[in-house]
């Protein structure tokens, strides 16, 4: 599991700052406050193919996908998406096992809505959004918290693959939006 904060916009693991989120970045100077998250999310799901001509489900399972101090703007959400960093290939050798058999289902949903979907190298897809950010008092930030649980499934890869240890990347969009 990697542990990673989203601060003033930028998604960063410790002080290093890895992803613009478009939604922040939007914003014009005058809301300059800083929307921060902690969020706890993995890097890769692991799926030990026994058969080649069945599903696989992924490890860990579920994968538990949590944030805590979610510091949102007034009527705003935390979107959380993802998207495969590529297809992938079998520690073995061998043809690229697409990043679309892969697809995941939600659970255990707190503080907001899961969605189910399918992998895709292209684009992210929408795994959760949290419920709307309400601040009552003067105008300011309010302080979220929730989580979910990912089931992920490696359709059937086929005969072409080798059954084994498959590994594939994952990479997480968090953005604060207007619902």
Same mark, same amino acid.
């Given at each position: ?99 679309? !058999? *892969?697809?995941? $289902? %939600?659970?255990? +949903?707190?503080? #907001?809505?899961?969605?189910?979907? =399918? @992998? ?5 897809? !929408? *795994?959760?959004? $949290? %419920?709307?950010? +309400?601040?009552? #008092?003067?105008?300011?930030?309010? =302080? @979220? ?35």
């Amino acid at each position: 599991m990697s542990r990673r904060r989203l601060v003033g916009g930028r998604l960063a693991w410790g002080a290093a700052a890895v992803m613009l989120c478009a939604g922040l970045a939007r914003h014009p100077p005058a809301e300059a406050a800083p929307e921060t998250v902690v969020v706890v999310l993995p890097a890769a799901v692991s799926f030990f193919v026994t058969d080649v001509n069945a599903p696989t489900p992924g490890l860990p399972s579920p994968t538990p996908v949590s944030f805590q101090s979610a510091t949102i703007k007034n009527q705003r959400a935390l979107e959380i998406s993802i998207r495969a960093d590529s297809d992938f290939v079998p520690a073995g050798g061998g043809p690229a096992i697409p990043a679309s !058999l *892969v697809s995941w $289902s %939600v659970s255990s +949903v707190a503080g #907001g809505y899961g969605s189910d979907g =399918t @992998l895709s190298t292209t684009s992210y897809g !929408l *795994v959760y959004q $949290s %419920v709307e950010a +309400v601040v009552h #008092g003067p105008p300011g930030s309010a =302080t @979220l918290g929730g989580g979910f649980d990912v089931a992920w499934t490696l359709a059937a890869p086929g005969a072409a693959i080798r059954a084994g240890a498959h590994l594939v990347t994952l990479r997480w969009k968090l953005e604060s939006i207007k619902p």
